[in-house]
């Protein structure tokens, strides 16, 4: 999309024009989505969660500033929308002082072929409150300072979650690469299977295996 | 250092594989709807109405169904053997049956040319002679008429009319019709009429080829044979934003700011059911009892569905179905009495299937969408006719084949089992393939046998709110 086309739309939006609304709507749908499903533990979590966003895009364009890129804006308030979304169920999360972390182990992630889409369902196997600090910390770049701020949680809260997910990850790779080599047959033994009926039956007279 | 670097890739891993969805998600309808009615669209249209046509129509199959599922005044259904009894008692004393049955023998080519008028004589009527009770008479093809043989006749060659000839399925023909009864002249009671086989088959017209030489068919016998809106109701809304403070205040989401700290409200986003049209085409494979011996058959469909409560479908529509099946004649049930049991029966039935099941999703991601439902199917029968294989084609000894001419209905008597796959195409369209067992509650059709079917469906899903929501 042109700037000039955006432009286009954005002023149609201010001016709660619905098909304006409707193709701006269309035109980034798939970039906020994208945010919202890291965020969501499925689809139609992400679509609600985004709806709000977009819902908060359209009742306060008017507040935005040309001047900046609108993308940028978008996807701001697409991963507040889902921090406040997943604020009010974190009381259910998991919140664990980082003394009680387990040591993780190293994985080498050079070698394997995950997709986006494994790795978004890595993600959204997380429990919410790993997936969202792991979200906020590791893919949108926040410290654990303003993670905490932002989610009501300690500090050590924040570290532990984070710990907790890159451990939960780094398993769920580990299984997918063994999944993966099982397929390719690497560092299995072949197991030969044999033919009965061809095998002749043969007499040994007693006279030992060895021999 | 390797655990700091270590971490620092994973980090980097996600960051780098998540930031550039090379799948991206389709863009769906029912998400906008969603919005529009966040910001306010009217309902308009057809689809403002359709929640309501839901429930009326919804309310009008249960009418229907339980209209015919009442119970009823008639005789109950009885075991073949019981009913042949108990026919002949009441055939004096009840109206005339509607049910009538052509049966019609198969031919023996090669003694054709051996059969004359006399044996046609012999062969089509004497029961009032020997005075056997009518119940017993059967059909006997040419090569045993050394015996008393109570023939049933070609209809369609000479439309003479018999009375009181057996055939596959009869029992006793109460009609008197053209020339004098032959049941009159046995039991001694004018117009009897027989009782039916069962309940819902009284209006049944039924025609057998039974084995007799075509010269001999002579005669008609009359007798008595038996489519997800993403439901937010419930969710907490958003009230601000961090990235705007200045305008939070003034939301028109109804959100609150307390010295900075974000407040939490519920709004639920208003509901909006979704409404799909598939067609449907698939093979299957249909046996009796298992799907052991199986014989292929193929389903063509076509199926409205409505989302109307979040992860739940219900669907309903009309199948076109063909389903072959064979069964050994252990099997097939039947108040004709055999002189020489078939060894196997091939059926042929064309049903008409309208199903109505509900659907829970169990997975929806990306394009991909995948439910799990359950439902009844009630079977109307277009076409219901056996093929009887007797292993020998040297001598024929009996039917070889019979065509149920009226619709048997057998509602709410089967159960369905689905699994079904869909991915979308286009925010408008989408493709499925639908794993389904079909799983017979009660008997069905003329032989009264359970027909399983597993079959695999490939459809073509259109959403028809795209059409009729408001711009």
Redesign the interface.
Known sequence: MGEEELRQLIRGCIEQN??S??ML??AF??FS??IC??YAG????A??????G???V???IS?YDADRPFKA?LG??MM??SI??Y??NLKMAYAEDLENAEH?Y??N?ADNN????D???M??QLPQGYRTV?NL???DGYSHEEIAD?LNINIGTSKSNLFKA?QK??QMITDADSSANYNKRIDFNPVVAMNGAAVKPKLYNNKGIRE | M??EK??K???Q???Q?????????V??D???D???Q??G?KRTGIVFWLPWLSSAAAILIVAFGWWMLRPQATNHAQKPQQQMAVNRVQKAEQPAVTDKNKQIAAVNESEKNDINKNDINNTAVKPAATGKPITELSVQPKHQTTRPAYIAANTVINKHRVKGAMLPGETVNAEQKGSAGISQAITGQPNPSPDSYRDRDNSRDNEILAAVPLPIAIGTIESEMPG?T?N?AG??????????P??TAG???GSDTKAGK?I?KKTG?PYRPQYALSVLASQELNGVGSLQQASGGIDVGLLFSAGLV??FTISTGLHYSLKPYTLPFSEYHTTYKFKNAPQTVSADCRILDIPINIDYQV????RNKITVGTGLSSYIMMHESYTYDYGSSDVLYGPSYYAVKTQGKYYFSIMNLEASYQRQVSSKFGVSLQPYLKIPLSNIGYSQIKVETFGVAAGLNWNINSLTKP?
């Open positions: 619905r098909k609304q409707k709507y269309k749908y798939g989505m994208a499903l890291r499925d689809r139609d979590e679509a609600e969660v985004m709806n709000q977009f819902f908060k359209f009742t306060k507040s804006w701001r308030i507040n929308v406040d979304y604020r009010a993780i190293d994985v992630m995950l997709n986006y889409n790795l978004l369902a993600v959204q792991f910390f590791a893919i932002m890159r990850l780094k | 390797n655990k270590d971490i890739n994973l980090d891993f996600f960051k594989g998540l930031e550039d969805p090379v799948d991206k998600t863009f769906r029912a998400d906008w969603a919005l529009e966040m910001l669209g997800i993403p937010t969710n907490p809304d958003i009230a601000s934003i961090n990235i705007l200045e305008t939301s028109s989401a974000t939490i986003v979040k992860k997975y929806n991601k990306s711009k």
